[in-house]
């Protein structure tokens, strides 16, 4: 009876186990083939692959049509006529983007459609098969030898659907409409300050399980305890009562339960006092392990609580200031989306020469190789949805696409210590409209995760000489956020450290936005806009200004490396680059690097 008891009030507490998405997580544990490599490509600004000449989609016909693309058809004698052909089609790499990957693309926004053909193994009653796509930028269709698998709109979340019933004995042809068209109800919408590269930019896997399978599982601290380790498993498949084990090795501990009619077990236990609990200077991981009688899956995580009590923010219970850097999802040497281990070892391995222990992953979630790099590494981790500047915040359609990709990260990255803070939104508009739009993301977001702090980017205003932050929005997050560019857009940098601020909140506090731009190897005076000179000023008066901005505990200057916007074009300067970085596009460091990695030095020595 008290274990009924204890399992509905942690039901109660988790209500976002029993998802109506069957997202697969854990997905680089499980038994898969990988279907990356080279994919053959049709690029289709008018969509005839789609539409007949009448603007019919071929779908709505009935019995279909070979002219349609995802019906990836060969004529069968030499008198039929097919105006298209997979085989014969160049190819581009998945995962990557297109646009740089050719010439042609580079400015491509629109249809176009990747396929690849893979063998399947003799169906086996007792396998389960999945298509798991790590992301598809922006709009994903998606058909499996002919058969629609589904569609999936936001182009940085994973998705993936069954295919057992679809796989053929032999050879399998596997078609995705990919489009990257920009639309004012998207999430993100027309206009960004960065490049809006199409394609299928992460990993799919074809993803094998038994018939009954852990879909997913949680293990992590739970809220307000140093010592109690809360967590699930979702089975799918399964029959109610059906046994899982949760083990901790390292910790000595192990748990059975039995699943309920949802297939869903809820753990709670104590961890052993020998618990180490996951940091930035010490990020231990532990090895998890669920066991069913059908399979074994495991996971690296570590345990850590996050909180804030007035002012401070406190991990494991100790304060914190959080010495961050805004990174991108891109590789400036390459060029291009950033999709590897490889590119985030680039970027990481940046952060913490600059003497960082926090990134901010802007502006939508960035792919899984950071978030468990970051964890290995012991970087504390900001992640955010595309709800940048104006979004069509009356629309209730782009209002559950934002709650789509929010979940779709939160359930992904929820065993990611590293990830302390979840952020709604970027520089937003208040308004009545926004706020409902935005109070209801941060609705969501704590129905999903009462552990994780929540935060947004704001802005700041002028009253009167005095830079005031009081969006109202603040009212409901754990961390005030806000971008400032004093010395860039505005306000002078002579007299900054002098600057008088008022922050309406007593909470935390992070500059999670402040920088100007530099051409690396521009060299001049100080007040010469685009040197490194400019840069490194603007960078050591901020510094002095943001020390006397009440209750700050961290920030994540904008940015670590150059990168591409089309809104950038100054000739001979920007060239199609964002030059904020403190990278350059060739992976050089300017100097405004050493400036901040002095101001991270002393700040480490002041919170050891
Ligand atoms: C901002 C935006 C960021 C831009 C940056 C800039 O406030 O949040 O996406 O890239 O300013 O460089 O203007």
Redesign the pocket.
């Known amino acids: 009876m008290r274990m009924r008891w204890a399992l509905g009030l942690w039901l109660a507490l988790w209500p976002w186990l029993v998802s109506a998405q069957a997202l697969l997580t854990h997905v680089d544990q499980r038994q898969s083939t990988s279907l990356d490599g080279d994919w053959h490509a049709i690029v289709d600004p008018y969509e005839t692959g789609y539409y007949n000449y009448r603007r019919q989609p071929y779908d709505a016909q009935p019995g279909g049509s070979t002219a349609a693309f995802y019906q990836d058809h060969h004529a069968q004698d030499k008198q039929e006529l097919v105006e298209y052909d997979f085989s014969a089609s160049p190819t581009l790499k998945v995962p990557g983007d297109w646009n740089t990957q050719s010439e042609r693309l580079f400015y491509y926004e629109g249809t176009l459609w990747l396929q690849r053909r893979f063998e399947a193994q003799a169906a086996d009653t007792q396998r389960r098969r999945f298509l798991h796509f790590g992301a598809v930028n922006h709009r994903a269709d998606v058909w499996l030898n002919g058969h629609k698998l589904g569609t999936h709109v936001g182009g940085f979340t994973p998705f993936n659907f069954e295919v057992t019933a679809l796989l053929r004995l032999g050879t399998n042809s596997l078609v995705v409409k990919v489009d990257n068209t920009r639309h004012a109800d998207a999430v993100p919408t027309l206009s ?3 490049w809006n590269y199409g394609g299928i930019t992460r990993e799919v896997r074809l993803i094998d399980e038994p018939q009954v399978f852990v879909q997913d599982f949680a293990l992590q601290l739970k809220k307000g305890s140093l010592r109690t380790l809360a967590g699930f498993v979702q089975l799918s498949g399964a029959r109610p009562g059906e046994a899982v084990t949760l083990q901790v090795a390292e910790l000595g501990l192990s748990r059975s339960a039995v699943v309920n009619d949802a297939g869903l077990a809820a753990f709670e236990f104590e961890a052993p006092t020998t618990l180490q609990r996951w940091s930035p200077r010490s990020p231990r991981l532990y090895e998890v392990t669920v066991t069913t009688a059908h399979q074994s899956l495991r996971d690296r995580v570590g345990f850590r609580s996050i909180e804030v009590r007035g002012g401070e923010i406190l991990l494991n219970g100790e304060p914190q200031y959080l010495r961050g850097i805004s990174i991108h999802e891109e590789n400036p040497r390459r060029g291009g989306r950033a999709h590897s281990a490889a590119d985030a070892a680039q970027a990481l391995g940046w952060a913490l020469e600059l003497g960082c222990n926090f990134v901010r992953l ?2 939508y979630p960035h792919n899984e190789h950071m978030l468990r790099l970051a964890d290995q590494l012991g970087l504390m981790v900001w992640e955010e949805i595309p709800v ?2 104006t979004i069509a915040f009356d629309n209730p359609a782009t209002l559950a696409n934002a709650r789509q990709q929010l979940s779709e990260m939160m359930v992904r990255d929820r065993n990611r210590a590293s990830v302390v803070i979840w952020s709604v939104a ?2 937003t508009p208040p308004g009545a409209s926004r706020n409902a739009f935005l109070g209801e993301l941060v609705r969501h977001a704590r129905s999903l995760d009462d552990t994780r702090l929540l935060s947004a ?1 704001l802005e700041t205003h002028d009253e009167q000489g005095v830079t005031v932050v009081d969006d109202s929005l603040g009212a409901q997050l754990d961390v005030v956020a806000f ?1 400032q ?1 004093r010395g ?2 505005g306000g002078s940098l002579h007299d900054a450290p002098q600057a008088r601020w008022a922050v309406r909140y007593d909470k935390p506090v992070i500059i ?2 402040f ?1 100007g ?1 530099a051409l690396q190897g521009l060299h001049g005076s100080r007040d010469e806009r685009w040197t490194e000179e400019y840069q490194e000023y603007l960078y050591q008066q901020n510094l002095r200004m943001i020390e006397r901005i009440p209750n700050v505990r961290g920030m994540s200057p ?2 670590l490396a150059d ?1 591409r ?1 089309p809104r950038r074009v100054l000739p001979g300067i920007q060239d199609g680059y ?1 030059r ?1 970085g403190l990278i350059s596009s060739q992976g050089l460091k300017k100097q405004a690097f050493f400036t901040l990695r002095e101001f991270y030095r002393g700040k480490q020595a002041q919170y050891r």
Do not use: L, M, Q, R
């Open positions: 960004t300050d960065w802007a502006h940048y500047w970027n520089e980017a971008n560019y860039w857009y999670s936005e920088g731009d904008w940015i990168f916007s964002n904020k």
